[in-house]
């Protein structure tokens, strides 16, 4: 990549995060830090700068900076003095922030050298993600057409009914820099993987305390899956941010501000934006709906408020995220040319479920691959620190583990039904299907140990 094409990636890169700043800020008013707004902040404008693209394509450039416009002048007039600047941007690290820091370092500096060596990203990478950017980039109003179309029964892409967050993040790159930079997906998916760090890290430091924060960054940071798939240019790495960004804003809403719904709205988006991401993503989209619609079923105090929340952030990403399956997307393979006795035999045969059961459980144990099994790493650290039963109790960790929970049963439920050779299919995918859940099972995992010192909870 020239210092021609890295520049305007910078400005695509900041107008982004600043969309996804002063969008969360506004939302959030004082129920976030600085720290975490920042943290946050380039998925939220990730997924804006998604939607707006795909919904205004040419005049997205008047539409971005509109907007950004728009959302800043709001923020400075609730503010009410530039003063507050300063104070949003000034953080002092403790000193375990050090370690992380030099971690950091070495990560960023292997991202570089594999960005060079495979500046197209792995096969996934340049055969469906960045095929589809280029048909947003490239084929002008014609794409709707193209991108779905096939030759004599051949798709002229891989998998055409993939949702397009991450195609059209790197069409919207390429429009900054006025070409298709190879590299551009890998930016992507670095800036997301340290989004996502950053997240974990500043939102555990406030409701725990910051040696879990740093502890957990350091974890997730550590992780050799986490750093590969950073650079690959998949879309599997956003997707883990956006559950890890949907988990973090209910798990600060019902521990910290349980009467400010703005949280809400926010990971009604982020849920949205994982479906927008992945097919995958609407699943766990489903999940987390259902877990707070049973709150309402249940009729628990303001429930119905905030099942009303997460839907107002859900609804944009969903349904553009509709839109594109019902008008544009063909059928999915593993719904193409089914039949309910094909699909009947395959539930009633016991020994599919033995084999995914064993795959999820060696996938599980081996995960990430660090120098240690993370289940033997995560026990340490509750064995270490201890339960917290109060924290287990709470309302925001019993609904992240529930909406963890259903989204990995629902992944094992595709497994036994799918069309595809089954070792195969577990074999090609479910590495990635944990990766999306990875994050977020940290930080649930941190969240049930004790703090050193007291923060109040909410239920």
């Known amino acids: 990549m020239t210092g021609e094409q890295l520049l305007p990636l ?12 002063f969008a969360t800020a506004l939302l959030a008013r004082r129920a976030l830090s600085s720290r975490l707004i920042w943290a946050i902040a380039p998925g939220v404008g990730a997924g804006v700068s998604s939607l707006l693209f795909f919904v205004f394509r040419r005049p997205m450039f008047t539409v971005e900076f509109a907007l950004l416009i728009a959302l800043s002048a709001a923020w400075f007039v609730r503010q009410g003095r530039l003063a507050r600047v300063g104070s949003l941007i000034s953080w ?4 375990f922030s050090l370690l992380l820091a030099g971690v950091l370092g070495l990560a960023m500096a292997g991202w570089a050298t594999r960005v060079d060596r495979v500046p197209h990203g792995e ?5 469906i993600w960045n095929s589809h950017a280029r048909f947003l980039y490239r084929d002008g109003p014609h794409w709707r057409k193209d991108l779905p179309g096939s030759v004599n029964g051949v798709f002229n892409t891989f998998h055409p009914d993939y949702p397009l967050l991450t195609p059209s993040l790197t069409a919207r790159f390429w429009r900054y820099a006025g070409e298709s930079v190879p590299e551009a997906g890998a ?4 800036i997301l993987a340290l989004s996502g760090v950053a997240v974990i890290g500043t939102a555990l430091a406030e409701l725990r305390d910051s040696s879990i924060g740093m502890l957990m960054a350091l974890v997730l940071l550590g992780s050799p899956l986490y750093l590969y798939y950073a650079t690959a240019q998949y879309a599997d790495l956003p997707m883990s941010f956006f559950v890890l960004g949907a988990i973090a804003m209910l798990c600060v809403h019902f521990e910290r501000a349980p009467d400010h719904f703005g949280l809400l709205v926010i990971a009604g988006f982020m849920a949205g934006c994982a479906g927008w991401t992945k097919n995958e993503g609407l699943l766990f989209t489903a999940a987390a709906s259902a877990v ?8 628990r105090s303001s429930a119905s408020r905030r099942l009303l929340a997460f839907c107002t952030g859900l609804l944009p990403p969903l349904a553009v ?11 999915s393979d593993l719904t193409w040319n089914r039949h309910y006795g094909e699909i009947a035999e395959k539930i009633m045969n016991g020994g599919r479920y033995v084999t995914i059961f064993k795959t999820f459980v060696s996938t599980g144990w081996s995960f990430g691959q660090l120098a240690v099994p993370p289940l033997i ?9 201890g339960i917290d039963r109060q924290a287990l109790r709470s ?13 990995l049963a629902g992944y094992f439920a595709v497994y036994v039904v799918t069309p595809m050779d089954l070792s195969w299919h577990l074999s090609s995918s479910l590495d990635r299907l944990m990766l999306h859940l990875w994050p977020s099972f940290l930080l649930v995992v941190a969240l049930a140990g004790r703090a050193e010192t007291i923060v109040d909870r909410h239920g």
């Open 10 to 21: 910078i400005a695509a890169t900041a107008v982004m995060t600043l969309l996804g700043f």
């Open 395 to 407: 309302s925001g960790w019993l609904t992240s583990f529930a909406i963890l929970g259903i989204t």
């Open 187 to 190: 930016a992507v998916g670095i």
């Open 292 to 299: 707070l619609l049973s709150h309402v079923l249940l009729r």
């Open 321 to 331: 995220t509709i839109f594109f399956k019902l008008q544009i997307a063909p059928q």
């Open 123 to 127: 096969w996934d990478g340049w055969a």
């Open 377 to 385: 790493l995560l026990a340490v650290f509750v064995t270490l620190r």
């Open 92 to 95: 002092k690290p403790p000193g």
